[in-house]
Each structure stands twice: as C-alpha cells, then as structure tokens.
C-alpha cells in the first residue's frame, strides 16, 4: 500500500473516530441488535411490487431525542418490524432536540453503510444535506413523526393527517373550555416541522364560526424539554391571568404542563389538552387536571417506518404516488402524494379508557 493511501485509510479512520467520539459527547445512545446477515438481490430500476423484502437490511432509527418514552416506544415497534424483515436494527440520537443535533448521528450511519435510515426531523432543512449525502451513498430515507423538506428523503410516514390532527386539538380544547375564552399552545422546538404544520392548521381551524369566541394568545416553546416546559407553563399562567386553557401537541409538553397544573391553584380550572402517551399522562387524567388528550400508537408508527424503509431497499417501492406495499401485521398501505403514507386516526383518551393503554 502507498503512503498517500495509507495516509487516506488514517485519515477516514480518524474521521469516523472523531464523528463517533462527537456522537458519544453529544450524550446519545446506541442500541443495536443483529439479524440474518445474508444478503438479497441488488437493488436498481423501476420498483417492483412483487419484488421480495431483502433480509439483512441495515435499519436505523434515529428519533428527534432518545431519552423520550415516545420515541422509545416508537423505535421498539421498528425493531420489531426490522426483526419480522430478518434484518440489523440499530437506534441511535441525540439526548436533545435540537435542529442540528442529527447530523453527526447520519454522517456516522452513512460511513456504516444503512441500507435505511429512518428519522424523526427536528428541523425541515437542518439535516438535508446529511441526508442527500447518505442517500448518494446508497441509503433510502425514510422521515417518519417529523418531516424534513420532501426532496431530502424518498418517503415520509404521517402519525395522521396534519390536518386531522388540528382538527381534533381544536375541538379537545374547545369543548374543555365550554367554547369560549383565551388559550395557549405549548410546543416542542420553534423548528419542530410537525408541530409547525398542525400549529399552523390550528390557527386555520379556529378561524371557523363555532370557534369565533376563543383566541389564541400565544405559542410558546418547551424544546420538548421536561424542565423547560415546566416553566414555559407557568410562565403562561402568569402572563396570561384569564387563560382557559393549553394544548400542548407535544408529548414531552403535555406531561410537563400537567405536572405543574396539577400541583397548583389551575388544576381543573385552567384546561389542558394535547397530544400525550397514556402513561405519562394517566395520574394527571385520574387526579382530574386532564379530561381528555390524544395520540396515535407510536409503536404502530415505528411498524410501519420500518416497512416502509424496507419495501424501498427491496425496490418494491420507490417512493411515487399509488405504489402500494405491505407492513405486516398492519397490512397494506398506498404512497400518497409527495411520497406520504400515513398511518391512521387519533386515539382520544380520558377516564374511561386510559387503563387499556400500555405505552
Ligand atoms: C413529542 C415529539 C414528537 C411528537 C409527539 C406528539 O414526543 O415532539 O415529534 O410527534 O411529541
């Protein structure tokens, strides 16, 4: 081997070093579990829906945060997909949602090698150019819970629609509040490319006559943070004397701002609503701060990522609009427009419910 080459080995060596070292101070995680390491038949042209899942697929999953039982929860149902597909799952991420914090984490996963990469963006354009350099290495992209811009990945697995989800935001806190009255979202990152899109869907919808007698008085921003949201609600609650209620469509958000109403003088007064797990959110529903929140089934959400990002390295699909492929336990599902496959209704949940929820 020539020195120049050696030099080059070094040096790529050292990078990946340096990118490894960066993920491990950025304080994320790794977890990973091997399956069937035998390959399948090259990939290339056209989509076949009859082609075969390969086995052996490297898929990683790399969520907005790791230390987010909602994410956690999700990434498991993708393993159990990567697991039925025999292929490698690996979940990696920063413990912070932050709109860069994901880049180091896809450069890594494109130097491994990811058949799939499957990521919950925290910023619509911050991780484009990671991720049109993993998909020039070979990697298919798939965004799911939080897009980026539609030409950085080949397919965008929706919880619900956008519009669903505002739809039922809008009518958890107006029938909590009796139809009337100022409110506040709490969010997640000012970047958040889901919660801007429903926020924005929001404020559309309550721009219809029977929402003509409550205002929104202000978005703020928990960073998807526990402590920070925390403090983002009280905040609220001071500046914001007649406020009548919360939607907080951010699980980290929704548990922080019940946490705090329930041990102060708003509990039951000041309504709160929003988009949370039923374990995170289950003493605040029995202890009578939360009447009513919603979310779909993360798990079911990973599921179908997975699939998704396994019919694509298997080139059943290629991401256009009408390709059909199967996921599983979940069935078939249909590409839509922009290369969107959306996974189904919210679930509402309150009292009479919660207890048949495990996640
Ligand atoms: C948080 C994240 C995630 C969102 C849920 C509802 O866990 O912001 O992106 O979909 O809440």
Same mark, same amino acid.
């Given at each position: ?164 989800? =505002?739809?039922?935001?809008?009518? %958890?806190?107006? #029938? /909590? @509040?009796? $139809? !009337? ?124 990522? =997975?699939?998704?990002?396994?019919? %694509?390295?298997? #080139? /059943? @699909?290629? $991401? !256009? ?39």
């Amino acid at each position: 081997m020539s020195t120049s080459s050696r030099l080059r080995l070094g040096a790529t060596a050292l990078t990946l070093a340096s990118l490894v070292l960066a993920a491990a101070a950025c304080g994320g995680t790794t977890r990973e579990n091997s399956g069937d390491s035998g390959g399948g038949a090259p990939v290339g042209g056209a989509a076949d829906p009859d082609a075969p899942l390969r086995s052996g697929l490297k898929i990683a999953f790399l969520p907005k945060q790791v230390n987010n039982p909602y994410f956690t929860t999700a990434d498991n149902g993708g393993k159990d997909a990567v697991t039925e597909v025999r292929g490698e799952f690996k979940e990696v991420g920063p413990s912070e949602a932050s709109a860069s914090s994901q880049v180091s984490y896809i450069n890594t996963l494109s130097q491994q090698g990811m058949d799939v990469i499957v990521t919950s963006a925290n910023d619509p354009n911050a991780i484009c150019g990671a991720l049109t350099q993993a998909k020039a290495a070979g990697a298919k992209i798939v965004t799911f819970d939080s897009d980026t811009k539609p030409e950085c990945r080949q397919v965008f697995v929706n919880q619900v629609t956008a519009q669903g989800i =505002a739809e039922n935001q809008v009518k %958890l806190i107006a #029938g /909590q @509040i009796g $139809g !009337a009255g100022e409110i506040a979202i709490l969010s997640a990152t000012a970047n958040a490319t889901n919660q801007n899109t429903w926020i924005g869907l929001m404020k559309e919808e309550l721009k219809k006559p029977e929402y003509a007698r409550i205002k929104l008085v202000t978005v703020a921003y928990g960073n998807d943070d526990d402590q920070k949201s925390f403090q983002e609600t009280q905040g609220l609650l001071q500046a914001y004397p007649d406020l009548k209620g919360i939607v907080s469509p951010t699980t980290v958000g929704v548990a922080a701002a019940a946490r705090y109403l329930s041990g102060s003088q708003y509990k039951g007064r000041v309504k709160l609503t929003g988009l949370g797990t039923p374990n995170q959110m289950r003493e605040y529903v029995k202890d009578g701060t939360v009447d009513a929140f919603a979310l779909w089934n993360p798990a079911d959400l990973g599921y179908l990522a =997975a699939y998704a990002g396994a019919a %694509l390295a298997s #080139g /059943q @699909i290629s $991401g !256009a609009e009408g390709e059909k492929f199967k996921a599983g336990k979940l069935g078939e599902f249909t590409v839509g427009k922009d290369g969107t496959v959306v996974l189904g209704p919210p679930t509402v949940f309150d009292k009479t419910n919660i207890d048949q929820f495990q996640f």
